[in-house]
């Protein structure tokens, strides 16, 4: 039997696995084991199993992963979340909307200190879900502001997607990092302005509370701005060229451990709960990105990865043809494969392609960060549709996919922009010192 052949029958079986709810590592690590094996006999693929996990996970670059994943769960034990919420709420409360609109501002800067979308959507929806129900908000508004807002999270840096993004390209962390500031807040506006039209429009879904006085404003800046000014200074330092992303993760970790046992809301169980939920965060990670590593070295060693690549370039489009059928693949596979095992999947395949057809890496980086944020909420995965579901188990699945309709509209929309103005991503990185 021909390579190519037993490649594409590995990639049947292995997309069969993964719609019959295999986890997507293990799923990978077997097809791509028994794939090299086949190929190459057991020898090798024992060889491969043996060194690939160590030369993969001992990279200094993906060290940052665990700092920045940490340094959220740090900032929700000490009251970050609600800290950020209120906030928000004091300076947004008044307008139409203006609870769920304190919910993407809070979401926005709670990505600041924490690169996951399902745990910001998780804990921001601990706090801001029942406040909106409280003042008679419709609950698709509450949960479809929640769950979408918590996208922000892995386009606001740090994001563990672009992390996986930069080492997998050996693109630079820290260009991508501030690529996706502009990005990230010009999305966050997009949504606030979608709620504020669609609360004028239909007042009964979202009523505006009474203004805060300016004083009350600028108190309630005192509990969420030393996180903020966290963020500041590791974004300053990462644009000025005094420290790495790497180094950046240590600094923010343990500048946020500082700010939650100020707060004297960090216990001695929520520590180690916090390095218990970080430990597995990144086993999991880590396992996701051996297993389709070595699903990669089989599909390259059969030629699979070869021909696909060839065959999207030969395809009688032209570039901008051929990105938007990148785009679709991208939501497609959004729909059931979850985000980090399927940007480990593609980018071998699509990184090369888009290179070849002369768009800038970077931007790249932040348009499929980008896409990626919409598989967050496209059923049936939409990771975060069930996390906001645990946390607010009174409102129905189907009501909470209903109020997300709107913002993942608003998402493509952006994604419509973003491919329209490249300068939105590029231009800040372009400015960095020796960048």
């Known amino acids: 039997m021909e390579p190519e052949i037993i490649g594409l029958i590995g990639t049947a079986v292995f997309i069969i696995l ?9 799923a990978a690590l077997t097809v791509g084991i028994v794939g090299i094996a086949i190929l ?29 994943i940490i340094m959220g ?8 979340t609600r800290a950020l919420f209120t906030t928000a709420r004091q300076w ?35 706090v801001a879900i029942p406040e909106m129900l409280r003042y008679d908000y419709d609950p698709k508004l509450a949960a479809g502001a929640t769950a979408s807002a918590g996208t922000l999270a892995v386009m606001i840096p740090p994001s563990v997607n672009m992390v996986i993004y930069g080492v997998l390209t050996e693109q630079s962390v820290g260009k991508l990092f501030i690529a996706g500031i502009f990005p990230g807040i010009i999305e966050a506006t997009l949504y606030a302005i979608m709620i504020y039209f669609w609360c004028r429009l239909m007042p009964g879904i979202g009523a505006a509370l009474p203004a805060a006085a300016w004083k009350q404003r600028f108190a309630s800046l005192k509990g969420s701005g030393g996180m903020l000014l966290i963020g500041a200074i590791v974004m300053g330092g990462i644009y000025g060229g005094v420290f790495t ?50 699903l990669l070295r089989f599909l390259a060693l059969s030629g699979t990865v070869r021909l696909f690549i060839s ?18 693949i991208y939501l497609i ?10 940007l480990m999947l593609t980018l071998d395949v699509f ?31 939409a990771m975060n549709v069930y996390a906001v579901k645990a946390v607010a188990p009174e409102i129905p699945t189907e009501d909470i996919i209903k109020g997300v309709l709107p913002f993942l509209a608003n998402s493509l929309f952006f994604v419509v922009i973003l491919i329209a103005f490249p300068q939105i991503a590029t231009w800040l990185p372009g400015t960095m010192r020796g960048g």
């Open 18 to 26: 993964v719609l019959i709810g295999v986890w997507i590592g293990f």
């Open 40 to 68: 190459k006999g057991w020898g090798t693929a024992g060889g491969v199993t043996g060194f690939l996990p160590y030369t993969v996970t001992a990279s200094f670059a993906l060290s940052v992963i665990p700092m920045f």
């Open 73 to 80: 769960y740090f900032a929700y034990h000490g009251g970050v």
């Open 92 to 126: 947004f409360g008044h307008l139409p909307g203006g609870l769920a609109i304190a919910t993407v501002f809070g979401s926005a800067g709670f990505g600041a200190c924490c690169g996951s979308s399902n745990a910001a959507a998780a804990v921001m929806g601990k």
């Open 245 to 294: 992303p790497t180094e950046a993760g240590g600094i923010a970790a343990i500048s946020a451990l500082g700010i939650a046992m100020a707060s004297r809301q960090l216990n001695w169980d929520n520590f180690k709960q916090s390095l218990l939920d970080t430990g597995k965060t990144t086993a999991m990670i880590f396992l996701t990105l051996v297993g389709v590593l070595i």
């Open 311 to 328: 065959s999207l370039i030969g395809l009688p489009l032209p570039p901008l043809g051929t990105l938007i059928v990148i785009i679709f």
């Open 333 to 342: 596979l959004g729909m059931f494969v979850s985000v980090i095992g399927m």
């Open 351 to 381: 990184f090369p392609i888009i290179v070849a057809l002369g768009y800038d890496p970077i931007w790249f980086g932040i348009l499929v960060v980008s896409v990626s944020e919409i598989a967050f909420i496209t059923p049936p995965v």
